[in-house]
T-cell receptor, first 113, second 110 residues
Framework: GAGVSQTPSNKVTEKGKYVELRCDPISGHTALYWYRQSLGQGPEFLIYFQGTGAADDSGLPNDRFFAVRPEGSVSTLKIQRTERGDSAVYLC???????????FGPGTRLTVL | DAKTTQPPSMDCAEGRAANLPCNHSTISGNEYVYWYRQIHSQGPQYIIHGLKNNETNEMASLIITEDRKSSTLILPHATLRDTAVYYCIVRYDSNYQLIWGAGTKLIIKP
């Protein structure tokens, strides 16, 4: 079946702009996660959704970052007033339930100029 | 902080078994050992996980020591496509967070 998909695959924006990154999880997976990965490092947890609600957003770096999952399927990560330090690969993963194996999408490479 | 220690890099000849070590000396009884890999410019790919017993699937084998303080991921017949960064992660049974270290960069040489 289809895996986790993320769009766009690449996003280039200017400092101060607003961006939205989309994640389509595996069908039937109730849990969804966002991670951020900087060059040469492992992924860093941002937020976890169980269904429509954010069960844990402790990894969001500041209030410029926000994520939604209104219908319990697709999720959007929103970044306001982007900064050059936000440049990274943003990864989305999903799992059947919160404690199950997580399956990752290909990521969105965000570049803030 | 990651609860695992892995060598930063390893080489392996194509066709040979690749054995990737991982130390997790502070692991607790309810924590699983997970392995993922990340091929360049792709998202992480799940490989295998285990609790106490050794595990095998179509991709790899996972050998966990009896005291559970270390484990080895074995790719039985490495190919060039196995070149990737391999991450060993310890995760509590009911926890969802994966805390990643820097992983091992495995290079398969022809």
């Amino acid at each position: 079946g289809a895996g986790v998909s993320q769009t766009p695959s690449n996003k280039v924006t200017e400092k101060g702009k607003y961006v939205e990154l989309r994640c389509d999880p595996i069908s039937g997976h109730t849990a969804l996660y966002w991670y951020r990965q900087s060059l040469g490092q492992g992924p860093e947890f941002l937020i976890y959704f169980q269904g429509t609600g954010a069960a844990d957003d402790s990894g969001l770096p500041n209030d410029r970052f926000f994520a939604v999952r209104p219908e319990g399927s697709v999720s959007t990560l929103k970044i306001q007033r982007t900064e050059r330090g936000d440049s990274a690969v943003y990864l989305c993963a999903s799992s059947l339930m919160g404690q199950d194996t997580q399956y990752f999408g290909p990521g969105t490479r965000l570049t803030v100029l | 902080d990651a609860k695992t220690t892995q060598p930063p890099s390893m080489d392996c000849a194509e066709g040979r078994a690749a054995n990737l070590p991982c130390n997790h000396s502070t692991i607790s009884g309810n924590e699983y050992v997970y392995w993922y890999r990340q091929i360049h410019s792709q998202g992480p790919q799940y490989i295998i996980h285990g609790l106490k017993n050794n595990e095998t699937n179509e991709m790899a084998s996972l050998i966990i020591t009896e005291d559970r303080k270390s484990s080895t991921l074995i790719l039985p017949h490495a190919t060039l496509r196995d070149t990737a960064v391999y991450y060993c992660i310890v995760r509590y049974d009911s926890n969802y967070q994966l805390i990643w270290g820097a992983g091992t960069k495995l290079i398969i040489k022809p």
